[in-house]
């Protein structure tokens, strides 16, 4: 994280804020393709982390986590978030290129075991 944040330093003159800070960890860490509860966002991939972070490529996304769903119409952050059959959620991701190219980004829903979440991102 302190290479993240030096790496913005440098790129920005100013250090990120903890939403921003998370958000670049986040969305730069490697898949390792198990379920979110042993890999949380995956490994931490400082390479990509500090290359995003400095300007240099690729694009991260702030508020990346999303738990679809509610408890009996309220949202608990902390607590079960239940959808049935037939309900409908949604929500938005801003997606933050902090390069001077132009990114063509392509999210997609992925519904499997885990229920993950996939950015792509090409040159």
Known sequence: MALIYQAYYDAHGMWPDYATAKALLMS???????????QGAGS?????GTAVASG??????S??????GDYRGNDYPGFAHLATPG???TTSFT??????STLSVQLNDVENDE?????????
Request: no cysteine.
């Open 28 to 38: 730069t860490s490697t898949d390792l393709d198990y379920d979110t509860f042993t």
């Open 44 to 48: 931490v991939n400082a390479d990509r």
């Open 56 to 61: 240099k490529y690729g694009v991260y996304v």
């Open 63 to 68: 508020d990346s986590t999303w738990q679809p």
């Open 87 to 89: 309900e409908t959620y």
């Open 95 to 100: 997606v933050h290129n902090p390069t001077t």
């Open 115 to 123: 229920s993950r979440r996939r950015i792509s991102t090409t040159l």
